[in-house]
């Protein structure tokens, strides 16, 4: 495996022990007397996308779970605030002896099994994708202790998804309007813009990764450090690619009369490759007219490599479709073989503002209904693509469905009058393949070889990994040239 070469830092918050819901550490005195085996599982309950695309688990098991999480000095700091913070100090809730034993018994490695779905796999919601169960009867209370740390896997996951529904709206404009859809043809037709909308620079991390897992264009550089350590990702395969890019301030400080110099200095600095020019600090028509249009034509063509113009402001359908048609009265096109307008290579727009999973369509069924082929422009998406979701999005949820009381297994689940739609599963489950379709069998049936979960984690240690290049593979989508 590749060297790590970024060190995780000692910290207060690596304490298995404090990871989870304060609620969670009264529950060991609330399981039936001789409970001895909880096994629960993780799932998606529906929400806003059909299927789920699995990813992000790796991250959260090699850097919370793996090797010896439990300590004697860890325990002492657990057992501190957990007593302090939990009720009124009438008992004392911190289970001191089943951390110690887990410490004495174990080595301080966490005896439990997870299994769950390869990573990038999509799997249709209502399906199971993880289970979690002790293997020591001791522990029977430490399966759903995890849940909350584990459950955090919906955000990764849920970006995963998102990113994966945005590429199949991506692809088929670049299809209907005669586009090619080749790997550097989609790639970078997404980019991710939103390390600084969101939270901290671990969802910035986990978020990031979930979207490379589709596309390869990004300015989020938290998320190569995660593919990087977690996934495998070396440097010679570099996902994740960005390009030299102007902001505002590196465009307004030459002031207004100095914006044309501003654009010149761009071209002149950057004489090869890509470059990106945001251009609507003043009068983004006049940029691209007289500017980018007129003055700086030229050195345009002449360029090895291609000016990118991007607004920042403006109503999306109505300012991408208005400067191609000006840059295009500029430059010139080409026809598809659909018969939409294609701008020449040396030029196109990058919208980076505004740009979700509900107005990517807008804006590229306004382009083809004006004549412009899909390709004419790429989108860069930041809080809409990493923050503009909640675990309700895919409505996540880790429920117990059977545990051993007296040496005897039994079914767990709910089923609130309230809300069918939490019903939970019943029993041991297996995800299994059913013609086109994937399935979930519960209370025990079906083969376990025909089981698509696999283990990934075994008291302590991480026992499936999966590298980048293959979650991607089976993340890809189908288009008209294959898969990408």
């Known amino acids: 495996p590749q060297a790590r070469i970024y060190a995780i830092m000692s910290s207060p918050f690596d304490n298995i022990m404090i990871l989870s819901d304060s609620y969670k550490t009264s529950h060991w005195r609330q399981y039936p007397p001789n409970t001895t085996k909880v096994y629960s599982y993780f799932e998606s309950r529906g929400g806003k996308f059909p299927d789920c695309c699995f990813f992000g688990l790796q991250y959260f098991i090699k850097r919370y779970l793996v090797g010896q999480v439990v300590t004697r000095v860890k325990i002492d700091a657990a057992k501190k605030l957990i007593n302090s913070h939990m009720g009124l100090g009438e008992m004392e809730h911190f289970n001191a002896e089943g951390w110690e034993y887990i410490l004495d018994k174990h080595g301080g490695r966490l005896p439990i099994i997870i299994k769950a779905v390869p990573e990038g796999m999509t799997v249709p919601v209502k399906n199971v994708l993880m289970t979690v169960e002790n293997t020591d009867p001791k522990c029977y209370w430490l399966t759903n202790y995890l849940e909350t740390l584990l459950v955090q896997v919906w955000y990764p996951m849920t970006v995963c998804t998102q990113s994966r529904a945005?590429?199949?709206?991506?692809?088929?404009?670049?299809?209907?309007t005669g586009c090619a859809t080749g790997f550097l043809d989609v790639m970078f037709q997404l980019n991710d813009f939103g390390c600084r909308g969101v939270s901290s620079m671990e969802s910035a991390a986990l978020g990031g990764a979930g979207h490379l897992i589709n596309f390869g264009g990004s300015d989020t550089m938290p998320a190569l450090v995660m593919l990087s350590e977690y996934y495998g990702l070396t440097f010679d395969k570099m996902?994740?690619?960005?390009?030299?890019?102007?902001?505002?301030?590196?465009?307004?400080?030459?002031?207004?009369?100095?914006?044309?110099?501003a654009f010149r200095n761009m071209l002149t600095q950057y004489p090869k490759g890509l470059v990106a020019v945001v251009s609507d600090s003043y009068d983004v028509?006049?940029?691209?007219?007289?500017?980018?249009?007129?003055?700086?034509?030229?050195?345009?063509?002449?360029?090895?490599?291609?000016?990118?113009?991007?607004?920042?402001?403006?109503?999306p359908p109505v300012i991408v479709c208005e400067l191609l048609e000006i840059l295009g009265e500029k430059f010139g096109t080409t026809t598809t073989d659909t018969g939409h307008k294609l701008l020449p290579p040396t030029i196109r727009l990058i919208q980076g503002d505004g740009v979700s999973y509900e107005t990517i369509p807008v804006i590229l069924q306004a382009m083809m209904d004006k004549g412009w082929a899909a390709a004419n422009v790429a989108f860069g998406s930041g809080g809409a693509l990493l923050q503009k979701m909640n675990r309700d999005t895919q409505k996540c949820a880790f429920k117990c469905c059977e545990a051993v009381v007296d040496g005897k297994p039994r079914d767990v689940f709910k089923d609130p009058i309230t809300d069918k739609g939490k019903q939970s599963k019943k029993g041991q489950l297996k995800l299994v393949k059913q013609g086109d379709t994937i399935v979930t069998l519960t209370e025990g049936e079906g083969s376990p070889a025909d089981d698509l979960?696999?283990?990934?984690f075994e008291n302590g240690t991480i026992t499936k990994e999966w590298t980048c290049d293959e979650i991607r593979a089976r993340a890809a989508i189908s288009c008209k040239a294959g898969s990408i």
């Open 166 to 176: 945005q590429k199949m709206i991506i692809v088929d404009y670049l299809e209907k």
């Open 239 to 261: 996902l994740g690619t960005s390009i030299p890019a102007a902001e505002h301030s590196t465009i307004t400080s030459w002031t207004k009369p100095g914006e044309v110099d």
């Open 285 to 315: 028509y006049n940029a691209c007219k007289n500017l980018w249009g007129t003055e700086l034509i030229d050195l345009i063509k002449n360029r090895e490599g291609r000016l990118v113009v991007r607004p920042d402001s403006g109503d």
């Open 453 to 456: 979960l696999v283990t990934v």
